[in-house]
C-alpha cells in the first residue's frame, strides 16, 4: 500500500537558519516524490520533484530536498529560512502501478521567526 | 504553465441547495482530482477522473458526486448540501502517461453551508 507520513504537524525555526520539513514513503516500485506549498486560502504549488538520478533536488525559492532510499526519505531543506517562507508543506508520492492516484502526506506548518 | 481555474473562491448556500463546483485545466490532461481539506485533516480525495464520462470514487465519496463532459471540465456536485460540507474544495489535473508530472492544482473554493 502506498502512503506518506509527516511525522511533525508544525516545525517553528529562526529566520537565517536552516530548515528541514520531514517526509517518509512508501510504495512498490520506483518512487516519483513531490513536495508543495501552500500559503493561507490558496491552492498547493507545487515545489520540486524527484524522479530518478541525484538524490539531490533542487527546486523553486531556493529549496531542495534529499531523497534517501535506504530510509525511504524525502526531506525539504533550505540552507537560510525567510520569514515568507512561513506556509503549510505537503509531500506526496504518485501511486504504482496505478500511477493515475497521488497520495499525500497531513502537511507540516512550518513557522518562520523574524 | 499549466492553469487549473476553479469557478468560485468564495461560496456561501443553504442546508438542501444542490451545489456545484466547476473546475477547468488548460492542459489537456487525461486526470483530474477533487479533494477536500480541513484542518487536522489533511487532504482527502472525493472523486477522480481518468478520461471523459470516467468517474472512480476516492476516500469519501458520500454526499457528492461528480461530471466530466469535456475534457477539460470536471464538476463536483453537493446533491444536498449539508453543514458538515462546509470546507475549502480544491480541484487539481496530472497527466496520466507523463507520470514524472506532479499535479497542479486550482486555487481553491471555500464553501459555507449554512
Known amino acids: 500500500a502506498q502512503s506518506v507520513a509527516q511525522p511533525e504537524d508544525q516545525v517553528n525555526v529562526a529566520e537565517g537558519n536552516p530548515l528541514t520539513v520531514k517526509c517518509t514513503y512508501s510504495?512498490?516500485?520506483?518512487?516519483?516524490l513531490f513536495w508543495y506549498v501552500q500559503y493561507p486560502n490558496r491552492g498547493l504549488q507545487f515545489l520540486l520533484k524527484?524522479?530518478?538520478?541525484?538524490?539531490l533536488v533542487k527546486g523553486s525559492y531556493g529549496f531542495e530536498a534529499e531523497f534517501n532510499k535506504s530510509q525511504t526519505s524525502f526531506h525539504l531543506k533550505k540552507p537560510s529560512a525567510l520569514v515568507s517562507d512561513s506556509a503549510l508543506y505537503f509531500c506526496?508520492?504518485?501511486?504504482?502501478?496505478?500511477?493515475?492516484?497521488?497520495?499525500f502526506g497531513s502537511g507540516t506548518k512550518l513557522n518562520v521567526k523574524p | 504553465d499549466v492553469k487549473v481555474t476553479q469557478s468560485s473562491r468564495y461560496l456561501v448556500k443553504r442546508t438542501g441547495e444542490k451545489v456545484f463546483l466547476e473546475c477547468v485545466q488548460d492542459?489537456?490532461?487525461?486526470?483530474m482530482f477533487w479533494y477536500r481539506q480541513d484542518p487536522g485533516l489533511g487532504l482527502r480525495l472525493i472523486y477522480f477522473s481518468y478520461d471523459v464520462k470516467m468517474k472512480e470514487k476516492g476516500d469519501i465519496p458520500e454526499g457528492y458526486s461528480v461530471s466530466r463532459e469535456k475534457k477539460e471540465r470536471f464538476s463536483l456536485i453537493l446533491e444536498s448540501a449539508s453543514t458538515n460540507q462546509t470546507s475549502m474544495y480544491l480541484c487539481?489535473?496530472?497527466?496520466?502517461?507523463?507520470?514524472?508530472?506532479?499535479?497542479?492544482f486550482g486555487d481553491g473554493t471555500r464553501l459555507s453551508i449554512l
Open positions: 487539481a489535473s496530472s497527466s496520466r502517461d507523463r507520470v514524472n508530472q506532479p499535479q497542479h
Open positions: 510504495v512498490s516500485g520506483n518512487p516519483y
Open positions: 524527484y524522479i530518478t538520478g541525484d538524490n
Open positions: 492542459m489537456d490532461h487525461e486526470n
Open positions: 506526496a508520492v504518485r501511486g504504482s502501478p496505478n500511477f493515475n492516484k497521488f497520495y
